[in-house]
């Protein structure tokens, strides 16, 4: 299978060479995302959600995309050791600037910053994804996009601040935020920035020996309104396999 777009080969990671099966076990989504339950039902995958409490802190002199790997296989891992027969599936996305990392803002004073930080610039989003079985970590994704944000008004700012949309969000900010619209442009994953990519996540399922019956572009056309990377890619690249 020819790489997935935003997929280097550092970036797949293979912990475990022990086969593993979703014969027989359940799926399940560990998150309590509504972004990332809608994206992953887009698929047409049967799963149930597992809300997983970890400790997000940044560790001194991680890089970004180890931090969001790490997050992704703890939130994984842990939903794993309590349903150690199911096949499960974390994800976690962060933000960056510069090479500072933008998480989750705790007050609307933080939303405010970021949403200030970012206005104007180009920005990267990276979104790993962990697929694990018990305590046995299989797989691993990450995903990285580049984002251009709008040359949005503080008003804008301070509207969207108040609808408490931006406190559960790495950045501050939801690409498809209904109104604000704050992204302009996009190179990657539209999926990813929102908190999943799917492309990914349909190639751990099925490397783990599940059926996903709705194609990857078909699930984004559905359920993002969009065209979906992987069409984009295979445009450019007759020989590319989604």
């Not at 150690?84 to 705790?106: E, F, S, W």
């Not at 704050?182 to 349909?202: F, I, K």
Request: proline residues 5%.
């Amino acid at each position: 299978m020819a790489a997935l777009q935003g997929i280097t080969q550092s970036d797949y990671q293979t912990v475990s060479t022990e086969a593993i099966s979703g014969t027989d076990a359940e799926r399940i989504l560990a998150s309590a995302s509504p972004r990332r339950q809608a994206l992953l039902a887009a698929l047409g995958v049967t799963f149930r959600c597992v809300f997983t409490n970890i400790d997000e802190s940044v560790v001194p002199g991680e890089s970004p995309a180890a931090m969001a790997c790490r997050l992704s296989l703890a939130k994984a891992q842990a939903a794993a050791r309590a349903f150690p027969q199911a096949t499960v599936i974390g994800a976690d996305t962060i933000v960056v600037l510069d090479g500072m990392i933008l998480g989750k803002p705790l007050t609307a004073e933080e939303a405010v910053a970021m949403l200030r930080m970012l206005r104007a610039r180009v920005h990267e989003v990276l979104s790993a994804v962990t697929l694990c079985q018990g305590e046995r970590l299989s797989l691993q994704r990450l995903s990285r996009s580049r984002v251009w944000m709008r040359a949005y008004s503080d008003e804008e700012i301070a509207a969207y601040v108040a609808s408490s949309d931006p406190l559960d969000k790495a950045g501050a900010y939801a690409i498809q935020h209904p109104w604000f619209r704050p992204v302009v442009r996009w190179e990657g994953c539209y999926a990813s920035v929102m908190g999943l990519p799917l492309a990914d996540v349909a190639a751990l399922l099925r490397r783990a020996g599940w059926e996903v019956p709705i194609p990857v572009t078909q699930a984004c056309r559905s359920e993002i309104g969009t065209t979906c990377c992987q069409e984009k890619e295979r445009a450019s690249n007759p020989e590319f396999a989604i």
